[in-house]
């Protein structure tokens, strides 16, 4: 272990040693001076960073271009346009009046689908009345059934209560006539 650790060392040394005779010899990294040019740029090297390279890209005007390359704001042959031709008076009238009847059409149809929309909306106002109309209808006819249900219960619970008092007072009056011919048997 001992004999890989001072390998190690000596390598290390060697190593850097070797870098410290490098950069006596060299003593500028080499930076690529030449000019790089790609189309319509052209690319220099900037040796101002020591951490890293730096570019400054350059955009040729079009003036700097060759003259056989086309220039860019030159509209493609393909879609010149052709020449104009008179246009007759009659023409043009009968163009203002198909433009006049689109427009006209087209008013119309706006007005139609606004009719078709408000008669839609219409329809759905009366669907949600009739429906809370019929909510509200069917909601009173439940609570009337139940409030007649609850009076028909108390009634009858009234007339059970009524029957059971006048039950126990016949049943007291018995008793107390009972108690009486007792009485009078007896004494």
Known sequence: MASTVSAYTEKIK?????SLICSCLYPQTSYPT???QFGDLEVKPINKRLSGQSFEVILKSPTDL???????LASPPALTLPPKRDISLDELQGRLEAAEER?????????????ERREHEKEVLH???EENNNFSKMAEEKL?????AKKANRE???NSLKQRLREKEMHAAEVRRNKELQADLSG
């Not at 060697?14 to 070797?18: A, H």
């Not at 009337?144 to 007649?148: G, L, Q, R, T, V």
């Open 156 to 158: 009858a619970y009234l």
């Open 66 to 72: 060759s003259p056989d390359r086309p220039s860019p």
């Open 144 to 148: 009337n059934s139940k409030m007649e």
């Open 127 to 129: 669907k949600a009345m």
């Open 14 to 18: 060697e190593m850097s040693m070797m």
């Open 103 to 115: 427009r006209k059409s087209q008013e119309a149809q706006v007005l139609r689908h606004l009719a």
């Open 34 to 36: 030449t000019n790089y």
